[in-house]
């Protein structure tokens, strides 16, 4: 399969991973279900009031007002082995989720959004270059994690099928579970579980490609204050997150089809820009510096664009010792 056979829809379908929760968009296309606590909660908002759930929802997840937002998250990351369920730590992970929100005149609300993240050696602040497989000893290069743009639009009047369900760009629809009030943080979580085509299968991609398909199983939380949501200055909520991912190998792991996945953790939350730590940016800077030029990013990119238009199939690991 070459990257000018791959079907774009395909593409964005197979573009999370590894990345604060990234296969759960902002859109959500089913119901959400209120917790008792929330329905029920002492406040003037009523949640069951489909335009206030909107807001409550854009307003911790991104904004209401024309301006970018900012999530940074941490995230550790391990082996899952199933032949001995062990876990064996891989990596610490430094995430950068960005999104620029514009309105159109008919009032719908679009986004464009972008993730990053960079490797670094489990529990430190030391970036990982290189990383030596524990199943083979083979050392390879670490590509670093990058996104983008990924599209949604989120009309008010969509009620809780948001417009951004229904856009070609977001083929990763979430499912809100319970809203939850506890003390003064209202907690919002999500799940989804996606599988797709592989867009590296493995008869042509044997040492790249984790299988014929490619899929997550990701969760992610984010708990809000509810005096935001109830303020009607507040436009942008700084929330807090914390997700949960089971993911397939990535392809510049080489890793072929063992049977296993990458189990992360983590937690973050929004901020402003002049807030982020400077040496988060610096790594960005070195490390993924598109994401700081974004005008300049150009078209769609994930893993496997990158890996498909940069890199050709590894020979096996017999052949790569009979050379040495």
């Known amino acids: 399969m070459t990257d000018q056979s791959i079907n774009r829809r395909d593409m964005i379908g197979t573009a999370g991973g590894l990345a604060s929760g990234m296969g759960l968009?902002?859109?959500m296309g089913l119901p959400m279900m209120m917790g008792a606590s929330v329905a029920n909660a002492a406040t003037g908002l009523d949640f069951n009031d489909p335009a206030v759930r909107f807001q409550s929802r854009i307003k911790t997840r991104g904004t209401l007002a024309e301006e970018t937002v900012h999530r940074l998250s941490t995230g550790h990351v391990w082996l899952y082995n199933p032949d001995d369920h062990s876990f064996t730590p891989f990596c610490t992970l430094e995430n950068?989720?960005?999104s620029e929100w514009a309105h159109d005149d008919n009032g719908?609300?679009?986004?464009?959004?972008?993730?990053t993240a960079v490797y670094m050696k489990f529990g430190t602040d030391e970036v990982m270059e290189e990383w030596t497989n524990p199943f083979t000893d083979e050392t390879v290069k670490v590509h670093h994690y990058a996104i983008g743009p990924m599209t949604s639009t989120h009309d008010p009047r969509a009620g809780d099928a948001d417009a951004g369900a229904e856009n070609a760009e977001r083929v990763i629809i979430a499912k809100d579970l319970n809203w939850q009030l506890v003390g003064d943080t209202v907690y919002m979580p999500a799940d989804s579980s996606v599988d797709y085509p592989n867009p590296l299968q493995p008869d042509a991609w044997p040492r790249a490609s984790a299988g014929e398909t490619f899929g997550w199983d990701s969760f992610i939380m984010f708990g809000t204050k509810l005096k935001d949501l109830e303020n009607p200055n507040v436009t942008q909520a700084m929330?807090?997150?914390?997700?949960q991912e089971n993911i397939r190998w990535q392809p510049w792991m080489l890793m072929g089809q063992r049977p296993g996945r990458l189990v992360a953790r983590g937690y973050g939350k929004k901020m402003r820009w002049k807030d982020i730590p400077i040496e988060r940016i610096k790594r960005m800077e070195k490390y993924v510096p598109e994401v700081l030029d974004r005008g300049n990013w150009g078209e769609f990119q994930n893993e496997f664009l990158w890996y498909l238009r940069t890199q050709k199939p590894k020979p096996s690991l017999d052949d790569k010792r009979a050379e040495g």
Request: glycine residues 10%; aromatic residues 22%.
């Open 96 to 98: 950068y989720n960005v």
């Open 108 to 115: 719908i609300l679009r986004t464009r959004m972008f993730e």
């Open 25 to 27: 968009g902002l859109g």
């Open 239 to 243: 929330s807090h997150s914390w997700y």
